[in-house]
């Protein structure tokens, strides 16, 4: 099984991780997927099923259609991992899926399927505004 005009080589371990990450990434961006550890395995939630995820102490809470699940992550990293066009931070221990958002009011913000109300903090409120209505005129 010789195959003329190819070359082997063995490939480094640390080359293939690359080409692995590289492709891992381009497809969470793509496909809008959020990935985390929960439990030792690796969870992939569409960002369509993600409602928030909530700032505790033993880590980031996340609510979705799929549950709740708690993972350990900077919260700032996680805001800066998400997609903005999905994803804000409305308070100091929320982020929110604005295509959720079914109203607000006052300093805080109901998302569709959610028995909670969300708190809105007054330096957030207009950047929460501003997007909600974009996405609901798109």
């Given at each position: 099984?010789?195959l003329?005009?190819?070359?082997?080589?063995?490939?480094?371990?640390?080359?293939i991780n690359?080409?692995v990450?590289t492709?891992?990434?381009?497809?969470k961006?793509?496909?809008k997927l959020y990935?985390?550890k929960y439990?030792?395995?690796?969870?992939?939630?569409?960002?369509?099923d993600?409602?928030?995820?909530k700032?505790?102490?033993?880590?980031?809470?996340?609510?979705?259609?799929r549950?709740?699940?708690?993972?350990?992550?900077?919260?700032?990293?996680?805001?800066?991992t998400?997609?903005?066009s999905?994803?804000?931070?409305?308070?100091?221990?929320?982020?929110?899926?604005?295509?959720?958002?079914?109203?607000?009011?006052g300093?805080s913000?109901?998302?569709?399927?959610?028995?909670y109300?969300?708190p809105?903090a007054?330096?957030?409120?207009?950047?929460?505004i501003?997007?909600?209505?974009?996405?609901?005129?798109?």
């Open positions: 099984n010789h003329d005009g190819i070359i082997y080589r063995p490939l480094e371990e640390e080359a690359t080409l990450n492709s891992i990434e381009k497809m961006k793509t496909l990935m985390f439990e030792g395995k690796m969870v992939i939630v569409p960002y369509k993600i409602f928030y995820f700032k505790q102490i033993t880590g980031i809470k996340m609510f979705s259609k549950g709740q699940f708690i993972f350990k992550e900077s919260f700032r990293n996680l805001e800066e998400l997609d903005r999905y994803f804000l931070r409305c308070h100091n221990n929320y982020i929110i899926n604005i295509r959720k958002i079914a109203s607000i009011t300093k913000c109901r998302l569709q399927l959610v028995d109300e969300i809105v007054g330096r957030y409120k207009s950047v929460i501003d997007a909600w209505d974009k996405y609901r005129h798109i």
